[in-house]
Nanobody, 115 residues
Framework: VQLVEFGGGLVQPGGSLRLSCAAS????????MGWFRQAPGKDREFVAS????????NYADSVKGRFTISRDNAKSTVYLHMNSLKPEDTAVYYC?????????WGQGTQVTVSS
């Protein structure tokens, strides 16, 4: 199982970014995929997830209405579209999949929101 995140960077408050997570080594279309983030000095927290069966989504309250998770099963890729970014969104963002009892993580991509 391998998850590789792309798309982080430095953006001004109010700006947008799109993160991508390329999955390999398993059939990603069969699993719920998620995004988490970890800010300096804080615990890793849930951001969003998308189900395999119906592409139903779930979001943390802090990002509802600003972030959108989506997936392209043909490309084994999950996206996180982030709009109206705030300084408090600054964190390392991780892609996640849980298979059986194991959690798998990517290496993370840094998102910094600052003027």
């Amino acid at each position: 199982v391998q998850l590789v995140e792309f798309g982080g960077g430095l953006v001004q408050p109010g700006g947008s970014l799109r993160l991508s997570c390329a999955a390999s080594g398993f059939t990603s279309s069969r699993y719920t995929m998620g995004w988490f983030r970890q800010a300096p000095g804080k615990d890793r927290e849930f951001v969003a997830s998308i189900r395999s069966i119906d592409a139903g989504t779930n979001y943390a309250d802090s990002v509802k209405g600003r972030f959108t998770i989506s997936r392209d099963n043909a490309k084994s890729t999950v996206y996180l579209h982030m709009n109206s970014l705030k300084p408090e969104d600054t964190a390392v963002y991780y892609c996640n999949v849980r298979i059986s009892t194991l959690n798998y993580w990517g290496q993370g991509t840094q998102v910094t929101v600052s003027s």
